[in-house]
């Protein structure tokens, strides 16, 4: 196929080089910064950059943009594309986004997929991308009644042949139910984390629990403003979950209960304990 990569940054960025590194599928660029397109061409992970004219000569469009971006993308340049073309967003949040997005490739003859690469890092931007940051990653797909199988199977091949482990098909409102507690709380909390003033004294008593804990918090603010706020409803429900949990532990700390906060303890373990079994078991 020849696929078209729209927007380069961390993900559109590791899109390219993942598909031009371990496909035999041609990849070309769209970015709104020219530097981003020629660092692209310079190191051979996209054929070349293109305009919009030419966004009919694609047989696969995948669109790595923010959430707002990548609507405003989609919805400006569906009918530009090539009649049976396939569209894959890589956005973080899809609810109502898949519903209008399917309706929109529809009317225009093309071939709609929500799609999410579960991977990432702590910084963002083309120069942090990476081919290999898909290698054993989870690949979410969120089909709906009138999505196209077809279309379905060849963005999920597309993504074994880029490395990822384990595809998992859901639907969209579900998908951002889980996601909001398996990775949009998770930025949340690092980043309130990293406000304690004792943050400024940390150096040299650290070890990996501190790490962990921060690695995220080093965000890129504008797309997960977004994406908070495209999917408030079920992250606002796990920051109060949260919450709960938090005030239960600090009543037994605050009142030296021993036996309450040891309980408290016991039951996160047997949790933690069960769900790594799960995992144990879904890998065997």
Known sequence: ???LVAGLGLIGGSYCKAISSYTQHEVYGYDLDPDTIKAAEQCGCIKKGVLPESFADYDMVIVGLHPNAAKAFMNE???SFKNG???ADVCGIKG???LQMTEKAIENGVLYVGTHPM???ERFGFEFSDGSLFIGANFIVTPVEKTDKNAVLTVETLAKDMGFGKIVETTPFEHDSIIAYTSQ???VVSSAYVKSPTMQKELGFSAGSFK???RIATLNESMWTSLFLANRDCLVYEIDQLIDHLKEYRSAISENNSEELEK???DGRILKEENLRQRTKENE
């Open 264 to 266: 408290l303890l016991k």
């Open 212 to 214: 962990d804990m921060t």
């Open 77 to 79: 340049f569906m009918g």
């Open 96 to 98: 109502e986004m898949v």
């Open 119 to 121: 991977a990432g890092k």
């Open 85 to 87: 073309a396939i569209v």
């Open 1 to 3: 196929m020849k696929i």
């Open 185 to 187: 709380l998770a930025h």
